[in-house]
């Protein structure tokens, strides 16, 4: 089967998770990814071993406008895409041009990998909204990460029997930056990691580390993505000495550095779908926190690799981080045991099984 995967994004997990992808992918069928010259982790493509056509497509929002109402970029790629011949195209994520260069090919077999069948609060725009309805209604077959969106599609008219429910892989890929091994860290910091918007939930967590404060007064927290701060002000006065904040995009050669540092990682979100956040953790041997929403409670299994607490309750956050803060065996025990869950049911070899299952079916 040619296979063709089109990866257009440029920054952060999806880069990582197209990536993982084929260089699976690579390894089980006649592979060619179309990728984005501007991918942040272009030389790791390079290195798969596999046919890459990287195609420019835009370096700022300016140059995307230009390039979707122009036609040229999209079309180029759609023509270059047609030269290899596809029996399936896959898209491990949607992209704004997904629509357009589909278009292009209307006989041909289309697998889509969604990662958030329903948008997350302060991501609504209408037009990101009609980009993914567009995407979703050209596919043939669609991946999500977690079953508890099946539902979700199906009330949109999506057939149960084109939807495949294929998880999250876990992110070695950053563990090439990892320092040489050192036995579990006994420090006190928490780190929230990622870009920060509205559902992922910092207030709260802002409001708990006071609590947290109280019972460990050696506690730390990491904040480490790109975002707006403004709203958390005064939070942070609260507690500012007690805060690492780094507010900036994180390159992927980072951010080994920060998971190095926690004992935990927490994720305070207010809704989900899933996380890309949690495999990296695992991937590093560390527990999670997380709220018990969305597909969060599919990823952390409660008790055994982190804990599942309320959504929007700083005493319950606090108290599942003061355990894992002052209880260094049980946090201990907890990482490894989401490192070997990982391993074991996350692997991309098995996962790329699934996809190119998919994909074969699609043909069907």
Not at 187 to 203: A, D, E, H, Q, V
Not at 330 to 358: F, H
Request: some cysteine; aromatic content about 10%.
């Amino acid at each position: 089967m040619r296979l063709v995967l089109i990866y257009l994004g440029r920054l952060g997990g999806g880069a990582v998770y197209s990536l993982e992808v084929a260089r699976a992918l690579g390894r089980k069928c006649d592979l060619t990814a179309v990728i984005s010259a501007q991918v942040e982790n272009l030389n790791a493509w390079k290195e798969l071993g596999i046919k890459i056509i990287a195609v420019p497509t835009y370096k700022n929002a300016g140059e995307f406008i230009f390039s979707t109402l122009f036609l040229y970029r999209w079309w180029r790629i759609a023509l270059k895409i047609k030269q290899l011949k596809p029996e399936v195209l896959y898209y491990p994520m949607i992209h704004f041009w997904t629509p357009l260069i589909n278009w292009h090919f209307p006989h041909i077999p289309k697998v889509i990998t969604l990662h958030d069948p329903v948008l997350h609060l302060g991501e609504r725009n209408p037009l990101q909204k009609f980009i993914q309805d567009i995407s979703t209604g050209q596919a043939t077959r669609l991946i999500i990460l977690s079953r508890i969106f099946e539902d979700c599609l199906i009330s949109k008219g999506i057939a149960r029997s084109k939807i495949d429910i294929i998880p999250h892989g876990v992110f070695s890929y950053y563990k090439k930056w990892k320092k040489k091994h050192t036995p579990f860290l006994s420090s006190k910091n928490i780190l929230f990691f990622g870009r920060i918007t509205p559902y992922k939930g910092l207030k709260v967590l802002l409001r708990s580390f006071p609590l947290i404060k109280k019972k460990v007064p050696e506690a730390k927290l990491i904040i480490a993505g790109s975002g707006n701060l403004k709203q958390y002000g005064k939070l942070f006065r609260d507690c500012s000495d007690d805060i690492q904040i780094v507010n900036r995009w994180i390159p992927e050669e980072d951010v080994a550095s920060f998971f190095e540092q926690a004992r935990l990682v927490v994720l305070p979100y207010t809704e989900a779908t899933q996380s890309g956040i949690v495999p990296i953790a695992y991937a590093f041997g560390l527990p999670v926190v997380a709220t018990d929403t969305g597909g969060l409670r599919e990823q952390v299994i409660h008790g055994k690799t982190g804990y599942l607490v309320p959504p929007g309750d700083p005493n319950s956050m606090a108290e599942a981080c003061i355990k894992l803060l002052q209880e260094e065996e049980t946090a201990r025990k907890m990482g490894m045991a989401g490192y070997e869950t990982a391993i074991k049911d996350w692997n991309w070899d098995v996962i790329a099984e699934k996809i190119l299952y998919s994909c074969q079916q699609s043909r069907s």
